[in-house]
């Protein structure tokens, strides 16, 4: 069993920065991908941007390439998602969440945190 707890989300203007952090619990925390979704009222909750075990391969969606950049700390059983340049339409919940195969599907995902905030102003 895993828990999931991210942080890090808040209001920040449109260009402004934010750092989320997901720390897991859990021995087998290293064995998993770790994804980053977001999910906007009304909308499909959708994959951000993923990590392999050792950090060496991540995935981007096209809309975040160049701005957000994600990192793992398998020592401190973290994940990091630095998110630059925000904009409005960055605005949403964002959720970590494991899987054991890449997916970038949310439904193949088996453990989720409670989600961060995070609101960009125009």
């Known amino acids: 069993q895993v828990q999931l707890v991210e942080s890090g989300g808040g209001l920040v203007q449109a260009g402004g920065s934010l750092r989320l952090s997901c720390a897991a619990s859990?021995?087998?925390?290293?064995?998993?991908?770790v994804g980053w979704f977001r999910q906007a009222p009304g909308k499909e909750r959708d994959i951000v941007t993923a990590?392999?075990?050792?950090?060496?391969?991540?995935y981007y969606t096209d809309s975040v390439k160049g701005r957000f950049t994600i990192a793992r700390d398998n020592a401190k059983n973290t994940v990091y998602l630095q998110m630059n340049s925000l904009k409005p339409e960055d605005t949403a919940v964002y959720y970590c969440?494991?899987?054991?195969?890449?997916?970038?599907?949310?439904?193949?995902?088996?453990?989720w945190g409670q989600g961060t905030p995070v609101t960009v102003s125009s």
């Open positions: 969440a494991l899987v054991a195969r890449w997916s970038q599907y949310w439904r193949d995902y088996t453990y």
């Open positions: 859990g021995r087998s925390f290293t064995r998993y991908y």
């Open positions: 990590i392999g075990v050792t950090g060496e391969w991540t």
